[in-house]
């Protein structure tokens, strides 16, 4: 007998008595055999056995993927209440003006056949997502037809609308709600911006805000704090951006302290009159 040969070569497979197993789960360290270790979503390199892989805790990406696949997000919303104003837009201008060689004609149909496109992207199909950035050129060229300026300025006034769409054609959340394949990377970024402790990033942007608007400082320092408590590096996965709340919370600090600085003459005669009138 040779004591070189490690006892956890011959091991069986926790699943699978009759095979041995060739390695261990990166979360329970149970041993597992070629068939049962399973690769994760976002955390390459690590091997993990078939229960484990399947806790949402673990498969965490997974999970946040299932979450959201198929369900209206916050843009489809959007566009489904712009078509329902639209709609109701063109139905006024008809009652109004009427049909005719007019202006009024022209816009309501416009906005009528835009329409479709909007309670397509509402229902989810697949073609709506490349029709809605086609509305904003759509306008363009029509305008361009109908008035005498140059085009490039009338594509310029469509700008913000073509890069709406843009951004919404291109928004992971919604992908998801239209069932489109999206990357690890794209849904950890997902993951990053809703799950990973949201409220520490609502502290720092309060804070710079209350660069501007002073108000806003007391509300960065508690957004904060509480941000603070909802760290979790333990958790599967971590919750963290501390530095998001901590940032914030200086940030009010600091605004706060020159505001009372600025404001000390003030401040001082309200508490003394407060005072005088306890006495
Ligand atoms: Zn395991
Ligand atoms: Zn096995």
């Given at each position: 007998m040779s004591l070189e040969v490690p006892v956890s070569a011959a091991v069986p497979c926790v699943a699978h008595p009759e095979v041995l197993a060739g390695g261990t789960c990166s979360r329970c360290g149970g041993f597992m055999c070629a068939a049962c270790s399973t690769a994760v979503l976002g955390l390459e390199g690590q091997r993990f056995c078939a229960a484990c892989a399947a806790r949402p805790d673990v498969n965490y990406l997974e999970a946040l993927r299932q979450r959201f696949w198929g369900r209206r997000d916050g843009w489809t919303w959007t566009v489904g209440f712009v078509t329902l104003l639209l709609c109701v837009g063109a139905i006024a201008?008809?009652?109004?003006?009427?049909?005719?060689?007019?202006?009024?004609?022209?816009?309501?149909?416009?906005?009528?056949?835009?329409?479709?496109?909007?309670?397509?992207?509402?229902?989810?199909?697949?073609?709506?997502?490349?029709?809605?950035?086609?509305?904003?050129?759509?306008?363009?060229?029509?305008?361009?037809?109908?008035?005498?300026?140059?085009?490039?300025?009338?594509?310029?006034?469509?700008?913000?609308?073509?890069?709406?769409?843009?951004?919404?054609?291109?928004?992971v959340r919604n992908q998801l709600f239209f069932q489109r394949p999206v990357t690890a990377k794209a849904l950890r970024v997902l993951w990053d911006r809703r799950l990973n402790n949201p409220l520490a990033r609502q502290?720092?942007?309060?804070?710079?805000?209350?660069?501007?608007?002073?108000?806003?400082?007391?509300?960065?320092?508690?957004?904060?704090?509480?941000?603070?408590?909802?760290?979790?590096?333990?958790?599967s996965p971590p919750i963290d951006r501390r530095g998001y709340a901590i940032g914030g919370m200086l940030l009010g600090i600091v605004i706060l302290s020159a505001w009372g600085y600025v404001l000390r003459a003030p401040l001082r005669d309200i508490a003394r009159w407060l005072m005088s009138r306890e006495g």
């Open positions: 201008c008809f009652v109004a003006w009427g049909l005719g060689p007019t202006w009024h004609t022209l816009l309501a149909v416009l906005m009528l056949a835009a329409a479709p496109v909007g309670v397509a992207f509402f229902l989810g199909k697949p073609w709506a997502r490349h029709a809605l950035l086609l509305p904003p050129l759509v306008m363009a060229w029509v305008m361009w037809t109908q008035v005498s300026q140059p085009l490039w300025f009338l594509l310029l006034c469509a700008s913000p609308g073509m890069l709406v769409a843009w951004g919404i054609h291109r928004d502290a720092l942007r309060l804070g710079v805000n209350a660069v501007l608007m002073p108000l806003l400082a007391p509300f960065a320092v508690i957004f904060g704090a509480v941000a603070l408590t909802r760290v979790d590096l333990k958790a």
